[in-house]
């Protein structure tokens, strides 16, 4: 089994900074991709951020120039800084890994538990 463990939430005003990290363990064989996904209230999660193995880096329009998300692969973590925070970033953000657990096992994706975001403005 995997485990993911996100940090790093809280209540921040609008203009500020958060960093969120995603400590993946347990059955780890490689991991091809780190995710960061979000969801809002009544809204559908959606990808905010990936980051795969050898570094290629995709985000959502909306955090372009304001999030960056990095990896560890040593750590098997992953992180989300986010800078130039805004009232509609408010959400739950759950970290994502597509995880092999052996050298022969198709990847699979994992789930953290979520952490609340929130930005007044």
């Known amino acids: 089994q995997v485990q993911l463990v996100e940090s790093g939430g809280g209540l921040v005003q609008a203009g500020g900074s958060l960093r969120l990290s995603c400590a993946a363990s347990g059955s780890i064989f490689s991991i091809d991709a780190m995710a960061w996904y979000r969801q809002a209230p009544g809204r559908q999660r959606e990808l905010v951020a990936r980051i795969r193995r050898g570094g290629t880096t995709n985000y959502v329009d909306s955090v372009k120039g304001r999030f960056t998300i990095s990896r560890d692969n040593a750590k098997n973590t992953a992180y989300l800084r986010m800078n130039s925070l805004q009232p509609e970033d408010t959400a739950v953000y759950f970290c994502?890994?597509?995880?092999?657990?052996?050298?022969?096992?198709?990847?699979?994706?994992?789930w953290g538990q979520g952490t609340q975001v929130t930005v007044s403005s």
């Open positions: 994502n890994a597509v995880v092999r657990t052996g050298s022969l096992s198709i990847s699979n994706d994992y």
